[in-house]
């Protein structure tokens, strides 16, 4: 059960109030982090992309309630203060503390809240399981469940906590991560890392298509089991962060069904990445997963459209459940194998693959070795009610 | 109300039976055209591509309920066979016929259908009214309405028809235009003006975020009003084409309004473009506008994320209703001015500039003088209900 408090020297605890929630991570150690590619980005944002060059942390402060967003210069000096807040916690400068923030977009920070709240629950860092789950809770928003995961090596453990949710607002939409392991890793190792291992599982989530203003990824090595192998941390660190990212997926907003997509036979993992996302954003695939049909038409006419250089007519398109246990293939090489007129056995097997809670699709280009994969959910009827008629 | 049919040398005819249609427009002349851009293309594009290249027809054959995709060598040879069968009703060659089908995707051409309603029609063709609303609606799929445009100058006319609707299924999704001149122009010219003039009009659409297999322009001038001024005849291309994408955006599946985007400011034209196309593709927005929320938030969080540079800090945000009879700024260079705390009065009045049919956003991203426009239309549950619940 236990994950960021399973890697020695992790400290968490956290408080939710109503909407207002703050998070505060004690970790000491080699520290990176990756940020939202959105031209409108949050004043923490600015101000760790600054900081984090110097590669270390003592810990991290993450605020819910409000994202600190199209906030100007007062936003910043939020941000700084929230550091200040922090690190008088955690007993160190504030040029070592992360601050991350979650929440409505355009209002100031409440400062005096997060000073109440700190004041009321630095006391509270430990290294156990009830600590952690304050902390998971305390950052979330429209998130149902808290979101966690851990990779256990024999010398060394990775793990994370995230909030974040499938198909979400950006007022609210934010993903944020926080991951740790107690391997000895250099803070340049660490980018090294988190770079490919945020592009295979964050970056591969479609929420609502793209990057929120606050999305980020940090990722802290303590050090305290010493050093290990780079490729082994760099595969735990990669299977945490598609855990929680697939975790963000499932929790989509009014979403029924989790989608995986995996792209085959392309070129380069890119292009492979690029036709998974544009089928996996597609609504016309998300509303015919939704209705459980095995639309073999809209999945290959979304991937043609992706902009990537495929002979459709050699391509193969199949459907399966969860963890792949059984498959049915809709249409190979120009050959189409389940419709209601020709095949309607095979068509009936793959409505009925779709009927659970995970649907993978499989779509294979045929022009290269290179696959990605990339995770979202159904788009639903509870979706537009939660973003249109309820909208704040 | 006359519209293909008021330009010189156009005649037109149609039948529709059940989810079988049929179109034929004869009009000998110049022609030109633009196709998809989707991987995935349909046998009668794959035709067309090449024999556009002499940039001549007599005439143009169109069915609906079949869209001849994904139907390998049998399918290139259907099209051909369409032009063979329309020939001889136009008494032309066959290399001289233009054709288009939208329907179905992946199931093989029925061509006792098209042939027994083609010798049932040909005899129709006329250069009226009547005749032209047939051949509207003979194109229809899940349109709701017929869909036609006219610009009329001195001593030339532009007009002409097409099919589509804002959000909708590959399989059924197809744009497909036919435009006429009576302007004398040579083929080159008219594929000079034809790429801009789809650029800024039906590759403005958002029709689930891109193109379908079989959307094409077609343009034919007959030259029957003699020379005219290029640069004339190319604005009033334009103005008609924009005028039909207007219409297919307006007729969106499930759709309760038609949104314009436009975006001023940017250092290109194309940076606009994809900054508009961005805005209105994002379902947070979209579902915002069918709420009736004058969200700036989701406005410049879709903005920030189009990939373009530009400062969101100096972006000016406004919501007009139709025809910008009203506006209203939301937010202006960093500050906010339309919210439910500092100025409720602005929200207010911008919430109720959303209540029409159309509803039109401006985002000025400062930092250049080009400018696009996007058009689309809101999602609702209709949708979802549409494309989830009742897909075939």
Same mark, same amino acid.
């Given at each position: 059960?236990?994950?960021?408090?399973?890697?020695?020297?992790?400290?968490?605890?956290?408080?939710?109030?109503?909407?207002?929630?703050?998070?505060?991570?004690?970790?000491?150690?080699?520290?990176?982090?990756?940020?939202?590619?959105?031209?409108?980005?949050?004043?923490?944002?600015?101000?760790?992309?600054?900081?984090?060059?110097?590669?270390?942390?003592?810990?991290?402060?993450?605020?819910?309630?409000?994202?600190?967003?199209?906030?100007?210069?007062?936003?910043?000096?939020?941000?700084?203060?929230?550091?200040?807040?922090?690190?008088?916690?955690?007993?160190?400068?504030?040029?070592?503390?992360?601050?991350?923030?979650?929440?409505?977009?355009?209002?100031?920070?409440?400062?005096? /809240?997060?000073?109440?709240?700190?004041?009321?629950?630095?006391?509270?860092?430990?290294?156990?399981?009830?600590?952690?789950?304050?902390?998971?809770?305390?950052?979330?928003?429209?998130?149902?469940?808290?979101?966690?995961?851990?990779?256990?090596?024999?010398?060394?453990?990775?793990?994370?906590?995230?909030?974040?949710?499938?198909?979400?607002?950006?007022?609210?939409?934010?993903?944020?991560?926080?991951?740790?392991?107690?391997?000895?890793?250099?803070?340049?190792?660490?980018?090294?890392?988190?770079?490919?291992?945020?592009?295979?599982?964050?970056?591969?989530?479609?929420?609502?298509?793209?990057?929120?203003?606050?999305?980020?990824?940090?990722?802290?090595?303590?050090?305290?089991?010493?050093?290990?192998?780079?490729?082994?941390?760099?595969?735990?660190?990669?299977?945490?962060?598609?855990?929680?990212?697939?975790?963000?997926?499932?929790?989509?907003?009014?979403?029924?069904?989790?989608?995986?997509?995996?792209?085959?036979?392309?070129?380069?993992?890119?292009?492979?990445?690029?036709?998974?996302?544009?089928?996996?954003?597609?609504?016309?695939?998300?509303?015919?997963?939704?209705?459980?049909?095995?639309?073999?038409?809209?999945?290959?006419?979304?991937?043609?459209?992706?902009?990537?250089?495929?002979?459709?007519?050699?391509?193969?398109?199949?459907?399966?459940?969860?963890?792949?246990?059984?498959?049915?293939?809709?249409?190979?090489?120009?050959? /189409?194998?389940?419709?209601?007129?020709?095949?309607?056995?095979?068509?009936?097997?793959?409505?009925?693959?779709?009927?659970?809670?995970?649907?993978?699709?499989?779509?294979?280009?045929?022009?290269?070795?290179?696959?990605?994969?990339?995770?979202?959910?159904?788009?639903?009827?509870?979706?537009?009610?939660?973003?249109?008629?309820?909208?704040?």
């Amino acid at each position: 059960m236990k994950n960021i408090c399973a890697v020695e020297g992790v400290y968490a605890t956290g408080i939710k109030e109503g909407k207002y929630g703050l998070a505060l991570i004690k970790a000491k150690g080699t520290a990176a982090a990756v940020f939202t590619k959105n031209r409108l980005v949050a004043a923490p944002v600015i101000l760790m992309k600054e900081r984090m060059e110097k590669g270390v942390l003592d810990g991290i402060i993450v605020n819910s309630g409000n994202a600190n967003v199209y906030t100007g210069e007062q936003g910043i000096n939020d941000a700084k203060r929230m550091c200040e807040i922090a690190a008088e916690a955690f007993g160190t400068t504030p040029d070592k503390v992360g601050v991350a923030s979650t929440g409505v977009i355009g209002r100031f920070m409440k400062l005096d /809240i997060i000073e109440d709240q700190c004041s009321r629950i630095k006391g509270d860092l430990k290294h156990d399981d009830a600590a952690e789950e304050k902390a998971m809770r305390a950052i979330m928003t429209t998130d149902t469940v808290p979101k966690s995961a851990i990779a256990r090596r024999k010398n060394f453990t990775v793990a994370g906590i995230c909030k974040g949710s499938g198909m979400i607002a950006p007022n609210m939409g934010t993903m944020l991560s926080f991951v740790y392991t107690d391997a000895e890793i250099s803070a340049a190792d660490l980018k090294r890392a988190l770079i490919p291992a945020v592009n295979r599982s964050f970056n591969m989530v479609v929420v609502d298509g793209d990057t929120s203003t606050n999305d980020c990824c940090f990722v802290t090595a303590t050090g305290l089991k010493g050093k290990c192998d780079y490729d082994e941390f760099a595969a735990a660190l990669e299977e945490v962060c598609i855990s929680l990212a697939k975790q963000i997926a499932a929790d989509g907003e009014g979403a029924s069904k989790m989608i995986e997509v995996r792209v085959t036979g392309a070129k380069t993992e890119e292009d492979a990445a690029v036709v998974a996302r544009t089928v996996i954003e597609s609504p016309l695939v998300k509303t015919a997963i939704y209705g459980e049909d095995p639309n073999w038409g809209r999945l290959i006419a979304a991937a043609g459209r992706a902009g990537v250089e495929f002979d459709p007519d050699a391509a193969t398109v199949s459907i399966s459940n969860e963890g792949r246990a059984d498959t049915v293939v809709l249409a190979r090489k120009g050959e /189409i194998l389940a419709d209601d007129v020709m095949h309607p056995d095979a068509l009936a097997a793959a409505k009925k693959l779709m009927g659970g809670k995970v649907v993978v699709v499989d779509i294979d280009i045929a022009c290269g070795a290179f696959e990605a994969t990339a995770w979202g959910c159904d788009l639903t009827e509870k979706y537009v009610e939660i973003n249109g008629k309820y909208t704040t």
